[in-house]
């Protein structure tokens, strides 16, 4: 099961700065400790208060409601365990939620509902041994086992490696499971600070991942392993917002072509080329 920024997981995003092609000198790019720290990251509130179905909720941002992804896996496999992780939960409310309806309607189900947030100001306990809400940085965390459902909503923007996480996201999905995340890859940017979005959607592509422009949104079944083939650089949490309207993080990258290009560079005292 891979970690974000895995080095010895099939190539991605790799964590780790080269610096063959320097970033833009005039940005202050924060690795992960300083990123943790950001007053933006920290108290970002774009996921504090969804809850499962409704107007402001997980069905209507992800296109599917949780609680039928997961039932229609347990009418699928009655005696199989079905696992739903939810990244950059907020405050569970969504969660939570499925917990009381699943205690309701099928008590014994052999359901278990994972919560990952860096904040963990999550709105109430865990009612039952099924939930689990888990204050923890997403990218430096990895479930036990693959999962039915795995959602992120709005919690890339905030991440710093999102590549790595996207493709750690993918990897934990079941091989009829189905990943859902809210994704923006204008915030994915080359090292010169100017927006990577092309290649990043190519690469989801060519991985069999679907990318809905509309909804910003990511979808796949399955496993999935994205080669995004780049380098992380840093983040720039200073951008100011994205398509939220909310203050989001950047994440600055170098590709494969561009470390070859500066390697060559530094031979014959040339310019890579942009």
Known sequence: MRRPGDKNAAPSAVTGHNGSVPADSTLRLLDVEALERSSVVANNAMNRDRGLSGVNSYARDLGRDPYEVLTEALRARPDAPVTWIDVCCGSGRALLEAERRFAHELPDAPVTL?????????????????L??????????TPDRPADLVTCVHGLHYIGDKLALVAAMADWTAPTGTLLAQFD????????GTSAARRVLA???AAGLDYDRRAHRISGRGPRAPRFRAAYLGADDTAGPGYTG????????VWESARAAGVSSARTGESPER
């Open 114 to 130: 994972i919560g990952i947030d860096l904040v963990g100001h999550f709105r109430s306990p865990p009612r039952t041994p099924r």
């Open 132 to 141: 689990r809400l888990l204050t923890a940085n997403a990218e430096r965390w």
């Open 185 to 192: 890859p204008h915030a994915v940017r080359h090292a010169d």
């Open 203 to 205: 690469d989801l592509r």
């Open 246 to 253: 909310q203050p989001a993080v950047v994440s600055h990258y």
